[in-house]
């Protein structure tokens, strides 16, 4: 239990340095989001609106209390809104959520499949040259980028086999590919 623990600890310090580094690093950009965002001219909008949107953001804070507001607004649950849509950032993730998780289940348990599979033929495969091609796969699987992936598997099974439509797949279908491109770098480690 005090391993369970120590590691769960070890995970949450690594979130809150990474969150940290990455906040740091994009407060140190050169530009403003604000201006870059609401300074168009085909929004017509003054710069006293301009500093009201600032301040209703709250990036006329300093940085430490803007940070600190951040930090907040995770543990409570309240992520703000989208600038691009308006939308809560919470019920977006919501939205997105569902389909986000049974794409990663489909694709973990396809790869563990995979991974057996390979493990398997490559130890107690019929032949020995069966069994070297199958422990060459893992490397190969871990040196494919996942983009490259999913571009090869558009090719062969959409364009040139016509197995899975491109366009107008119904939801079974729309999940074949992005879960088999998951599926092949995180076979080849478990391998």
Do not use: K, N
């Amino acid at each position: 239990m005090a391993y369970v623990l120590r590691r769960v600890g070890q995970a949450i310090l690594v979130l809150v340095l990474a969150y940290t580094a990455a906040y740091l690093l994009l407060a140190a950009l050169p530009g403003d989001a604000i201006i870059a965002r609401y300074a168009s001219p085909e929004l017509g909008l003054t710069p006293e609106q301009i500093q009201a949107i600032r301040e209703s953001l709250g990036a006329d804070q300093p940085l430490i209390v803007q940070y600190a507001r951040s930090i907040a607004g995770f543990l409570t649950g309240d992520f703000g809104y989208s600038v691009a849509s308006g939308a809560a950032v919470s019920a977006l993730i919501a939205t997105a959520l569902p389909p986000t998780l049974t794409l990663a289940v489909l694709g973990l348990a396809l790869a563990v499949l995979l991974a057996v599979t390979i493990a398997f033929t490559a130890t107690y495969g019929s032949t020995r040259p069966l069994r070297r091609v199958f422990r060459g796969i893992p490397p190969l699987f871990v040196s494919l980028p996942v983009f490259w992936i999913g571009i090869i598997l558009i090719q062969i099974f959409s364009f040139r086999l016509g197995w899975v439509p491109v366009i107008g797949a119904d939801p079974v279908q729309a999940l074949i590919l992005p879960v088999i491109t998951l599926a092949i770098p995180i076979a080849a480690p478990l391998a």
